[in-house]
T-cell receptor, first 113, second 116 residues
């Protein structure tokens, strides 16, 4: 079955340090991959997507993600974390253009001052 | 401002009662979605609609019903048949215009339903 996995329930990082939130996928064909962020008791916000082309995708709030086909990964990164980046991050994919996203379980990011 | 409005933000219901959650969008989006979010379980799709007067079941449609009588509105009814309705409910919309689907969903702020 096609799926996306976020292997870490929680990531802790100090403010100013680089952060990585991991996502791996198991999808046949060429997936569309996405990252969304959710702040406490709020809806989700779109961060970035990979459809095709350059493997390094830049998104909102200084985030970027690298599509790695050989490792079937799409990790979210930021060079310097802010306390305000603390939130729940979701990786998702779409395969077959059926206009539905399949979601990972989320990773809680805590940035400590 | 364009966006998605969900109401109410908090709702309490007694067991055996139906409750309807409102979702309205002024983004002129064709597609609308309802998700349920429980701690540690990510987002699960309840229903979605890509056009007025048409909708499809998602992964956990049992105990829920929807309607799509207007492009702007996609209300969700949580019926008494839903065995464990306490959850955070999220409505989203997406544009289907102009070529391949971009996958970008716009979310409302959510409705938290608690069954007493």
């Amino acid at each position: 079955a096609q799926s996306v996995a976020q292997p870490e329930d929680q990531v802790n990082v100090a403010e100013g340090n680089p952060l990585t939130v991991k996502c791996t996928y198991s999808v046949s064909g060429n997936p569309y991959l996405f990252w969304y962020v959710q702040y406490p008791n709020r809806g989700l916000q779109f961060l970035l997507k990979y459809i095709t082309g350059d493997n390094l995708v830049k998104g909102s709030y200084g985030f970027e993600a690298e599509f790695n086909k050989s490792q079937t990964s799409f990790h979210l990164k930021k060079p310097s974390a802010l306390v305000s980046d603390s939130a729940l991050y979701f990786c998702a994919f779409n395969a077959g253009n059926n206009r539905k996203l399949i979601w990972g379980l989320g990773t809680s990011l805590a940035v400590n001052p | 401002d364009g966006g998605i409005t969900q109401s109410p933000k908090y709702l309490f219901r007694k067991e055996g009662q139906n409750v309807t959650l409102s979702c309205e969008q002024n983004l002129n989006h064709d597609a609308m979605y309802w998700y349920r979010q429980d701690p540690g379980q990510g987002l699960r799709l309840i229903y979605y609609s890509q056009i007025v007067n048409d909708f499809q079941k998602g992964d956990i449609a049992e105990g829920y019903s929807v309607s799509r009588e207007k492009k702007e509105s996609f209300p969700l009814t949580v019926t008494s048949a839903q065995k464990n309705p306490t959850a955070f409910y999220l409505c989203a919309s997406s544009s289907l215009a102009g070529g391949p689907w971009t996958g970008e969903l716009f979310f409302g702020e959510g409705s938290r339903l608690t069954v007493l």
